[in-house]
């Protein structure tokens, strides 16, 4: 809940790395939830937004990664 609310603030405010975070955020929410199709999309999201990269961006490419690996999809786990 706090991350859906962080997301709708930083859009509201146009802040590019916040919007970013809480796109993690909510990723990793569903992520611990199971439901692993949901958070590749949040997780796609942060790191497709424009703008500087940050550690954000390496984190949502790691957990992209890691959820490739955990499903046996090697060739896109090596990708990311």
């Known amino acids: 809940a706090y ?3 962080a997301y709708q603030e930083a859009q509201r405010s146009q802040y ?3 919007t970013k975070t809480a796109l993690i955020r909510i990723g990793l929410g569903y992520y611990s939830r199971g439901d ?4 590749l999309v949040h997780y796609r999201q942060a790191i497709n937004l424009k703008g500087e990269a940050t550690e954000d961006d390496s984190y949502a490419i790691q957990m992209i990664g890691k959820l490739h690996a955990e499903h046996s999809l090697y060739d896109s786990a090596i990708f990311y």
Do not use: I, P
């Open 36 to 39: 692993f199709d949901e958070a």
């Open 3 to 5: 991350a859906r609310q």
């Open 16 to 18: 590019l790395k916040g």
